[in-house]
């Protein structure tokens, strides 16, 4: 599936920016990060207000459309997909927080990058008169580099006896410390750097309570009440990141081209295992791209109970784990030509890998939740 009709003009604005990110994607891993020239083409696009919502004159598209614009564009750049997609994942997140800090970030600039790092435990809130006091160090903050503000996960305690809050919290540029550690193997140029934050005081309004993330009303739902501004986040916190995976996938099968082979006279695609392998590539992606188109409109249609967002966990996870089997299948039949570093197909085999690294696409960890609610036993996600 492609983009609807519902959001073509934009769709169509993307499609024609592949063969440029493609151009970009060397400059993208040498820089770490993404290119100035491909941030102005996305906002020109308006490409990062997707799911923004409308009031503020976002396209505030379904949930689904995070897949298939992420997919989309991992065809030519897996790091500029990522960041693209955390970018635009944050507008929609935004749109979930008190309309106080919407008004706050937007009013300034409706075009406002926000980067983020979702590891609650790196982060301790001390709450404080009108708000928080935070300090932490969290690693793997993607597109920090030109983003004006970050959301950054924490725990909070209000006492010492009690269990600590999951909270995530919005800090200004001028709030934290950028350290360069971003030296990957692989989205090399997501420049996914550390942050450091010390003692910071963070109004109340500029926080968001997981507790009010798990489905149904949000904080923002007063100014944004569509469905997409209620769907539980953390139990889809796969999918916004699932679609880079799919996507390079896909263009390793759209742009193989059989050549007649180097060493032999045998043509490539007259090898009956050159056959198999591209079935298998497809029936893999296909079956990544149908579980995650399925489970993200399912999931705006009402709020799912516990199961069922331990299986979207469960099954977003696979989505990633069929991606890059697929991938491996495609990396196998481009050869020794695929070994190139500077070739697209070397590119995208380590960036297919380094995406299955994220914890969200743990099957062993997501396999464990759904087992355990499936059990009857009590679940160890506290974000769902």
């Known amino acids: 599936m492609t983009g609807t009709s519902r959001y073509k003009g934009i769709w169509e604005k993307a499609e024609a920016l592949l063969p440029v990110l493609r151009e970009r994607a060397p400059k993208c891993e040498e820089l770490r990060r993404i290119p100035d020239e491909t941030l102005r083409d996305f906002h020109d696009a308006k490409l990062f207000r ?130 360069d550690t971003w030296f990957a193997g692989g989205l090399r140029g997501t420049g996914s750097k550390d942050v450091e934050v010390k003692e910071q005081f963070v109004p109340e309004h500029r926080t968001l309570a997981v507790a009010d993330t798990k489905g149904g009303p949000t904080p923002g739902s007063a100014v944004n009440p569509s469905p997409l501004y209620q769907i539980p986040v953390f139990a889809l916190f796969p999918y916004m990141l699932s679609g880079v995976a799919l996507g390079i996938a896909e263009g390793l099968i759209a742009d193989f081209s059989p050549k007649t082979g180097k060493m032999t006279a045998t043509r490539i695609a ?95 960890i997501a396999g464990t939740t759904y087992g355990r609610v499936a059990l009857g036993l009590p679940s160890d996600n506290p974000t769902l």
Not at 300 to 308: H, I, R, Y
């Open 270 to 364: 007259e090898i009956q295992s050159t056959q198999i392998r591209l079935g298998e590539a497809t029936a893999y992606a296909r079956a990544s791209r149908v579980i995650q188109e399925t489970n993200c409109m399912e999931a705006e249609k009402a709020v799912p109970d516990l199961l069922t967002k331990a299986r979207y966990r469960l099954e977003g996870a696979y989505a990633v784990e069929w991606a890059v089997r697929a991938v491996d299948a495609m990396f196998g039949l481009y050869g020794a030509s695929g070994l190139y570093e500077s070739g697209h197909a070397a590119r995208a085999f380590r960036d297919a890998h380094a995406v299955k690294q994220h914890f969200s696409f743990n099957t062993d």
């Open 50 to 179: 997707i799911q923004q919502p409308k009031r503020v004159g976002g396209a505030e598209l379904e949930f689904v459309a995070i897949v298939h614009f992420g997919a989309l564009l991992a065809r030519a750049c897996a790091s500029t997909s990522w960041n693209f997609i955390n970018f635009a994942a944050h507008h929609h997140m935004l749109g979930m927080f008190p309309p106080k800090a919407q008004d706050e970030i937007w009013s300034r600039s409706p075009d406002a990058l926000i980067a983020s790092s979702f590891v609650f435990p790196a982060g301790k809130a001390q709450k404080v008169k009108g708000g928080y006091v935070i300090s932490g160090r969290w690693p793997f903050s993607s597109g920090v580099d030109p983003s004006e503000w970050n959301m950054l996960a924490g725990l909070s305690r209000l006492d010492d006896n009690a269990p600590p809050e999951q909270r995530v919290f919005l800090l200004e540029r001028s709030q934290y410390k950028v350290i």
